[in-house]
């Protein structure tokens, strides 16, 4: 296996500060060597957005290379265990589902994901005991604060990443999308609807934890009024409303708050990329582009990649000397309610 240095410009740098506990004694060594999980279990609460029900997840603290894998419980006892990985995914029709073999499924998982990963958090046991993960506001942002209230902790393990060696490209239509080579993780994502509200958008960041803090995890999901109630009828999106949701209209947006900002919808595709590429298991190193995409085309553009086992490798961070990782501890869960 080769190892080699990996960017550490593009995984450092943010720019902007992180507010994570302890995270000014991490900034000063090099951050993403090695990996990482929550300081301490968390409890979310919330409703399910296809099902309209009340559901909550509980996150804990894993050790070092169990990945983001998701725990579902029944009456207190495990019935499945599903690493949040692409291979698991079930169906993107509107959200990513993610299930086993036996027909257990969770679904909405592509928003907790991506403040996971986002956050740089490479191992994570995501307890839930329903179908679905809750939609909070509908962005990662209640995820990113509940994080931040417990920290994250360093293990001693080195981080692997999954590096893109060589382009793939998927298209579909006017869709296309496509993972490049690059030391770091870029991202690229236009939109275009045919909607005045909405329009053609494009966004290009560099992802670090703070770039996704403060450029993407504010970003709600967002959904046409015009589709609702084709929705409603099949049974869907019924805990959808104006707390979880965008809503667009005709000629304007119905939330009377309106926009949280007039990029927030390519901010949340870009959010959802974040969420759907981090079931590639391993933080990426490449470059995406996606033009008019969605869970579907991120979804298949990964799979191509990983299929091509010529189109990527797994790299290690380098050593990190003179310091010592962060203690590992569980220790009393931290309660988190969507309002
Ligand atoms: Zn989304």
């Known amino acids: 296996m080769r ?19 302890g995270r000014r004694s991490m900034s000063n060594r090099f951050i993403g060597a090695r990996q990482t999980t929550i300081a301490q279990a968390i409890e979310v609460h919330g409703t399910g957005v296809h099902s309209g029900a009340p559901v909550s997840v ?43 073999e036996d027909g257990v499924t969770v679904s909405t998982v592509e928003h907790l994901l991506a403040a996971l990963r986002g956050l740089q958090i490479d ?22 604060e509940a994080i931040d209230r417990v920290g994250i902790r360093e293990l001693p ?15 579909e239509g006017e869709s296309w999308g496509e993972l490049s080579p690059h030391s770091g993780f870029h991202l690229d994502v236009e939109i275009d609807f045919p909607s005045p509200i909405v329009g053609q958008q494009r966004l290009s960041l560099e992802m670090t934890p703070g770039v996704f803090r403060n450029e993407l995890a504010h970003a709600r999901t967002f959904g046409f009024m015009s589709d609702v109630e084709r929705l409603w009828k099949a049974g869907l ?16 947006v119905m939330n009377r708050e309106g926009l949280r900002d007039p990029l927030e919808f390519v901010r949340h595709k870009m959010l959802d990329a974040v969420g759907d590429l981090s079931l590639s298991g391993h933080p990426l190193l490449g470059a995406y582009r996606s033009v008019k ?23 290690h961070a380098p050593r990190v000397r003179g310091t010592r990782p962060f203690v590992f501890e569980r220790t009393a869960a931290v309660a988190v309610a969507a309002e």
């Open 157 to 171: 393990a080195p981080r692997r990443f999954l590096k893109v060696l060589k382009t793939v490209r998927v298209e």
């Open 3 to 21: 190892t080699t240095g990996v960017g550490w410009q593009a995984v450092r740098g943010g720019g902007k500060p992180d507010g994570i506990e």
């Open 237 to 252: 999106a019924l805990g959808a409303n104006l707390t979880n949701t965008i809503a667009i209209g005709d000629d304007r």
């Open 123 to 144: 191992n994570c046991l995501i307890e839930i005991d329903s179908k679905e993960v809750p939609i909070m506001d509908g962005s990662s942002a209640p995820f990113v």
């Open 58 to 100: 509980s996150l804990y603290p894993a050790s070092a290379d169990t990945g983001l894998r998701f725990v579902v419980t029944k009456r207190g006892r495990v019935t499945a265990e599903i690493p949040a990985k692409v291979c698991n995914v079930k169906n993107l029709t509107l959200c990513t589902v993610i299930g086993n």
């Open 293 to 315: 995409g969605g869970h579907r085309l991120n979804s298949l553009v990964l799979r191509k990649l990983l299929e091509d086992s010529s189109a990527w490798t797994i790299v």
